[in-house]
Protein backbone atom coordinates (compact mmCIF):
# COMPACT_ATOMS: atom_id res chain seq x y z
CA UNK A 1 0.00 0.00 0.00
CA UNK A 2 2.86 2.37 1.19
CA UNK A 3 4.84 1.42 -2.15
CA UNK A 4 1.99 2.13 -4.57
CA UNK A 5 1.12 5.45 -2.69
CA UNK A 6 4.79 6.75 -2.88
CA UNK A 7 5.15 5.73 -6.81
CA UNK A 8 1.71 7.70 -7.22
CA UNK A 9 3.18 10.70 -5.95
CA UNK A 10 6.42 10.25 -7.71
CA UNK A 11 4.31 10.05 -10.91
CA UNK A 12 2.52 13.11 -10.05
CA UNK A 13 5.86 15.09 -9.86
CA UNK A 14 7.09 13.96 -13.18
CA UNK A 15 3.42 15.06 -14.06
CA UNK A 16 3.92 18.41 -13.26
CA UNK A 17 7.64 18.58 -13.95
CA UNK A 18 6.43 17.96 -17.74
CA UNK A 19 3.80 19.97 -17.81
CA UNK A 20 5.63 22.70 -17.01
CA UNK A 21 8.33 22.01 -19.39
CA UNK A 22 5.74 22.30 -22.82
CA UNK A 23 3.68 24.67 -24.07
CA UNK A 24 -0.05 23.39 -23.31
CA UNK A 25 -3.26 25.40 -25.22
CA UNK A 26 -6.69 25.10 -24.75
CA UNK A 27 -9.83 26.61 -26.19
CA UNK A 28 -11.92 27.79 -23.20
CA UNK A 29 -14.64 29.18 -25.57
CA UNK A 30 -15.59 28.61 -29.24
CA UNK A 31 -18.59 30.32 -31.39
CA UNK A 32 -19.43 29.76 -34.38
CA UNK A 33 -22.65 31.63 -36.18
CA UNK A 34 -25.39 28.88 -36.88
CA UNK A 35 -26.62 31.13 -39.73
CA UNK A 36 -23.60 30.81 -42.10
CA UNK A 37 -23.97 29.08 -44.99
CA UNK A 38 -20.91 29.80 -46.53
CA UNK A 39 -19.45 26.46 -46.41
CA UNK A 40 -15.30 25.27 -46.62
CA UNK A 41 -13.81 28.54 -46.68
CA UNK A 42 -11.40 29.71 -49.69
CA UNK A 43 -9.50 32.28 -48.76
CA UNK A 44 -8.24 34.28 -45.78
CA UNK A 45 -5.97 36.79 -44.66
CA UNK A 46 -4.65 36.34 -41.26
CA UNK A 47 -4.05 39.12 -39.21
CA UNK A 48 -1.78 38.93 -35.52
CA UNK A 49 -1.91 42.03 -33.53
CA UNK A 50 1.04 42.68 -31.98
CA UNK A 51 3.64 45.78 -31.58
CA UNK A 52 6.35 43.14 -32.79
CA UNK A 53 7.09 43.17 -36.38
CA UNK A 54 8.65 40.04 -36.11
CA UNK A 55 6.14 37.86 -33.77
CA UNK A 56 3.12 39.43 -36.26
CA UNK A 57 5.15 38.24 -39.22
CA UNK A 58 6.13 34.32 -37.54
CA UNK A 59 2.45 34.28 -36.86
CA UNK A 60 0.56 35.33 -39.80
CA UNK A 61 2.93 33.03 -42.01
CA UNK A 62 2.69 30.26 -39.90
CA UNK A 63 -1.17 29.92 -39.90
CA UNK A 64 -1.04 30.98 -43.21
CA UNK A 65 1.31 27.58 -44.04
CA UNK A 66 -1.40 25.61 -42.17
CA UNK A 67 -4.08 26.67 -44.49
CA UNK A 68 -2.91 26.39 -47.66
CA UNK A 69 -2.15 22.75 -46.46
CA UNK A 70 -6.04 22.11 -46.38
CA UNK A 71 -6.36 23.74 -50.11
CA UNK A 72 -6.96 27.34 -48.66
CA UNK A 73 -5.91 30.26 -50.43
CA UNK A 74 -4.47 32.71 -47.63
CA UNK A 75 -2.01 35.59 -47.21
CA UNK A 76 -0.46 36.92 -44.36
CA UNK A 77 -1.86 40.68 -43.53
CA UNK A 78 1.52 41.87 -43.49
CA UNK A 79 1.86 42.37 -47.09
CA UNK A 80 -0.86 44.92 -47.40
CA UNK A 81 -0.87 46.07 -43.67
CA UNK A 82 2.31 47.27 -43.12
CA UNK A 83 4.17 48.13 -39.65
CA UNK A 84 2.95 51.06 -38.18
CA UNK A 85 -0.40 51.09 -40.04
CA UNK A 86 -3.54 51.05 -37.81
CA UNK A 87 -5.58 48.53 -37.76
CA UNK A 88 -9.35 48.96 -38.12
CA UNK A 89 -12.51 47.70 -40.14
CA UNK A 90 -11.95 50.24 -43.01
CA UNK A 91 -8.48 49.04 -42.67
CA UNK A 92 -8.82 45.12 -42.31
CA UNK A 93 -11.81 45.09 -45.23
CA UNK A 94 -9.88 47.31 -47.81
CA UNK A 95 -6.75 45.38 -47.16
CA UNK A 96 -8.82 41.75 -47.34
CA UNK A 97 -10.75 43.17 -50.34
CA UNK A 98 -7.59 43.89 -52.57
CA UNK A 99 -6.30 40.56 -51.48
CA UNK A 100 -9.34 38.81 -52.62
CA UNK A 101 -9.14 37.38 -49.29
CA UNK A 102 -13.42 36.27 -48.56
CA UNK A 103 -12.31 36.07 -44.61
CA UNK A 104 -10.10 37.55 -42.23
CA UNK A 105 -8.92 35.74 -39.02
CA UNK A 106 -8.08 38.42 -35.97
CA UNK A 107 -5.96 37.12 -33.43
CA UNK A 108 -5.38 39.63 -30.67
CA UNK A 109 -3.56 39.04 -26.84
CA UNK A 110 -6.61 39.48 -23.80
CA UNK A 111 -4.02 39.15 -20.78
CA UNK A 112 -1.26 36.93 -19.47
CA UNK A 113 -1.64 36.10 -15.47
CA UNK A 114 0.46 34.46 -13.19
CA UNK A 115 -0.41 31.54 -10.76
CA UNK A 116 1.11 29.60 -8.42
CA UNK A 117 0.19 26.24 -7.81
CA UNK A 118 0.92 24.36 -4.27
CA UNK A 119 2.40 20.49 -4.59
CA UNK A 120 1.16 19.15 -1.09
CA UNK A 121 3.69 17.07 0.54
CA UNK A 122 4.50 13.44 0.05
CA UNK A 123 4.58 11.02 2.81
CA UNK A 124 6.17 7.75 3.07
CA UNK A 125 6.71 5.41 6.52
CA UNK A 126 6.61 1.72 7.72
CA UNK A 127 3.56 0.56 9.61
CA UNK A 128 4.57 -1.54 12.55
CA UNK A 129 3.02 -2.02 16.01
CA UNK A 130 3.43 0.01 18.50
CA UNK A 131 2.62 -1.87 21.44
CA UNK A 132 6.67 -2.02 22.50
CA UNK A 133 8.81 0.97 23.16
CA UNK A 134 11.39 0.02 20.35
CA UNK A 135 8.86 -0.95 17.86
CA UNK A 136 7.13 2.33 18.40
CA UNK A 137 10.29 4.35 17.84
CA UNK A 138 11.58 2.08 15.10
CA UNK A 139 8.36 3.27 13.26
CA UNK A 140 8.45 6.86 13.95
CA UNK A 141 12.60 7.10 12.91
CA UNK A 142 11.57 5.54 9.30
CA UNK A 143 8.76 7.93 8.90
CA UNK A 144 10.01 9.76 6.25
CA UNK A 145 8.17 13.61 4.77
CA UNK A 146 8.90 15.48 1.07
CA UNK A 147 7.99 18.93 2.30
CA UNK A 148 5.42 20.93 -0.23
CA UNK A 149 5.93 23.30 -2.74
CA UNK A 150 5.10 25.51 -5.35
CA UNK A 151 5.00 25.89 -9.02
CA UNK A 152 4.93 28.92 -10.81
CA UNK A 153 2.95 28.86 -13.84
CA UNK A 154 2.03 31.56 -16.54
CA UNK A 155 -1.22 31.59 -18.74
CA UNK A 156 -1.18 33.29 -21.90
CA UNK A 157 -4.59 34.30 -23.32
CA UNK A 158 -5.79 35.10 -27.01
CA UNK A 159 -9.44 35.40 -28.46
CA UNK A 160 -8.99 34.72 -32.03
CA UNK A 161 -12.26 35.97 -34.72
CA UNK A 162 -13.00 34.56 -38.19
CA UNK A 163 -14.74 37.04 -40.47
CA UNK A 164 -16.22 37.42 -43.67
CA UNK A 165 -15.21 39.90 -45.36
CA UNK A 166 -18.66 41.27 -47.71
CA UNK A 167 -20.83 41.14 -45.11
CA UNK A 168 -17.86 42.13 -41.86
CA UNK A 169 -20.26 39.33 -39.69
CA UNK A 170 -18.32 37.53 -37.23
CA UNK A 171 -18.15 33.71 -38.46
CA UNK A 172 -16.14 31.76 -35.63
CA UNK A 173 -14.33 32.92 -32.67
CA UNK A 174 -12.31 30.92 -30.02
CA UNK A 175 -10.82 31.95 -26.70
CA UNK A 176 -7.48 30.01 -25.99
CA UNK A 177 -5.66 29.61 -22.90
CA UNK A 178 -1.82 28.34 -23.23
CA UNK A 179 0.21 27.31 -20.05
CA UNK A 180 3.76 28.34 -19.95
CA UNK A 181 4.60 28.45 -23.33
CA UNK A 182 8.68 28.80 -23.48
CA UNK A 183 8.61 30.42 -27.06
CA UNK A 184 6.85 32.40 -28.96
CA UNK A 185 7.07 29.37 -31.84
CA UNK A 186 5.90 27.28 -29.07
CA UNK A 187 2.81 29.45 -28.30
CA UNK A 188 1.73 29.39 -32.08
CA UNK A 189 2.31 26.39 -33.13
CA UNK A 190 -0.02 24.91 -30.37
CA UNK A 191 -2.64 27.61 -30.89
CA UNK A 192 -2.31 26.77 -34.72
CA UNK A 193 -3.02 23.32 -33.95
CA UNK A 194 -6.23 23.74 -31.76
CA UNK A 195 -7.74 26.48 -33.80
CA UNK A 196 -7.14 24.70 -37.21
CA UNK A 197 -8.86 21.50 -35.48
CA UNK A 198 -11.97 23.63 -34.46
CA UNK A 199 -12.70 25.10 -37.28
CA UNK A 200 -12.61 21.79 -39.18
CA UNK A 201 -14.83 20.47 -36.35
CA UNK A 202 -16.82 23.03 -36.71
CA UNK A 203 -17.09 22.51 -41.08
CA UNK A 204 -14.99 25.26 -42.38
CA UNK A 205 -12.12 23.71 -43.45
CA UNK A 206 -11.93 19.70 -44.99
Request: proline letters at 3%.
Amino acid sequence: MNSTLKLLGSLFVIFLFFLAACASTKLTGVYKDRNYAGGYLKSVMIVGVSDNPKKRRLFEDTFAEQFKKTGIEAFSGVVVIPEGKKLNKETLKGAAENLGAETVLVTHLVGIEEKEIYVPPSYDYMSSRHDRLGTYYYSVHQYTQTPGYYIDHKYVRLESNLYETKTEKLIWSASSETLDPKSVNALIESLCKKVMKSLKTNNLIK
